[in-house]
């Protein structure tokens, strides 16, 4: 569920309609509902409650949507940060997201990022390799602190919805075999920089089927009641992310209440908390990009092209994960659906939205909106063609504000200068 819906005509955002804000800002533009982030947070954790789950660290996953304003909307109720880089630690401290509800994983993390994260005592660094674990171990030691970690491991199984976000094959280059994870894990509990406090997985993304995640849990459960057999102490299980969302021409993902009875079914009755790193099915449905109509160009052979003012360095998962957008007109016109070439103005042939999209007419000066756009958007957004960073705007009820303006094509090109020679 969302609250973007037409209203006498024309698309809104909660009580605002997306043109008021297309027009206050521009195009193209990134709108966020709070009332939809607070639900699908909500309804995320009530029904792992409700399934007996205690207590569940929800840790958003910050790469989905790293705006800090969406951040701290989800902070507010409880929710933790799933995140990749010191630059993501950053965020979620400035978004007021508690360094206990921080979990670290990647399979790349430096040294200062490592040092960074221990002084800011997150609560769960995620290693995801040996050498990682000896590097955080040392770094750990040089600072003079303990360091909580977790094993990632490769549960190798197959699922996500495309080859590039699948994570969870041995093939993939995240985490460690089970057997390497029960070694590591020992290794760990005498090494004197660390402690390992859990094991993690995370198989993929957009997965709209439950039996992958349940194999893989229930190989986790296996892990656990192994090390804990072991002698060895285990307080956290992290589940990761992953669930799906409708993108409307896909397989409906599971109900949160479904996850969450498989939760229950297959880790359910351990004696360990329970931590999930979601972000697609939090942020997802939460946004949209709004994009300009420049024009509508007709080939005299016959495809139509919509020409937007948005491009893929605005969203680039189609280029990218040929994903599927569902695509409305903001204020949709009279008359018959016709099919649209969608593209936008980057000189790429893979600037291209979709093909062949029935809509309803369209004219230059139009506005379209990309619909389930709040996850991974704005964040993959980039500056090619030297076009500006797309700005976002979150909206609460009847009131809108932007979270990340517009820059001007001053602070682009002030970012850089001329080497001594020129
Ligand atoms: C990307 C990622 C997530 C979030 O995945 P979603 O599919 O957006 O839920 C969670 N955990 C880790 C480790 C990730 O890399």
Known sequence: ????????????????????????????????????LERHYTVLRDALV?????DPLIAF???????????RTLARLGAGADVVSEGEVRRALAAGVPPERIVFSGVGKTEAEVAFALQAGVAEINVESEPELDLVDRVAQRL????????????????????????????????VSFSEAERLYAKASNLAGVRPVGVACHIGSQITDLAPMAEAFA?????????????LRVE???????????YFNQPEPPSPDDYAAMIAETVGGLDVGLAFEPGRMIAANAGVLIAGVTHVHERPEGRRFLVLDAAMNDLIRPAMYDAYHDIRAVRPREGEARPYDVVGPVCETGDTFTRDRALPPLEPGDLVAFMTAGAYGAAMAS????????????????????????????????????????
């Open 1 to 36: 569920m969302n609250h973007f819906e037409l209203r006498g005509g024309e698309l809104f955002c909660e009580d605002v309609p997306l043109a008021r804000i297309a027009q206050a800002v521009g195009t193209p533009v990134y709108v966020y509902s709070s009332a939809t």
């Open 50 to 54: 409700a399934h007996g789950v205690k």
């Open 61 to 71: 996953a910050v790469k989905a949507n790293s705006n800090v304003a969406v951040l």
């Open 144 to 175: 003079g602190v303990r360091a909580q970690i977790a094993i990632r491991v490769n549960p190798d199984v197959q699922a996500g919805g495309h080859e590039k976000i699948s994570t969870g094959k041995s093939e993939n280059k995240f985490g």
């Open 219 to 231: 190989k986790m459960r296996g892990l656990v009641e192994r090390l804990q057999r072991e002698g």
């Open 236 to 246: 956290r299980l992290d589940l990761g992310g992953g669930l799906g969302v409708p």
């Open 383 to 422: 500056e090619y063609n030297s076009r500006l960073l797309v700005p976002e705007v979150l909206v609460k009820g009847a009131e809108f504000a932007v979270v990340r303006p517009r820059p001007t094509y001053d602070d682009m090109l002030a970012r850089e200068r001329p080497a001594p020679w020129l």
